[in-house]
């Protein structure tokens, strides 16, 4: 399991985990309200987690996350608003 401090299979349709999780860092850069929230890949599937403004914060960022190349499923798991 590869974390970031913030699908099955065939999920990940380009790209490797680790690329997909150095893209998912630069895009956690791009707003403050996403510094606390992490993402994992499992089986494919990058799976967002943590704490945020906001849960809702959690769900923006899946957003933009859906958005990377090869990239088709993001869940959102446990995202605590402060």
């Known amino acids: ?34 510094a606390g929230l992490n993402a994992e890949v499992r089986d494919g599937v990058v799976v967002v987690s943590g704490t945020a403004p906001l849960a809702a914060d959690g769900w923006d960022f899946a957003q933009k996350l859906r958005q990377l190349p090869g990239v088709t499923r993001v869940a959102v798991g446990s995202v605590i608003g402060k």
């Open 1 to 34: 399991m590869v974390v970031i401090p913030a699908t099955p299979q065939g999920t990940l349709t380009g790209g490797t985990a680790g690329g997909v999780l150095t893209a998912v860092a630069e895009v956690r850069k791009t707003e403050s309200r996403f």
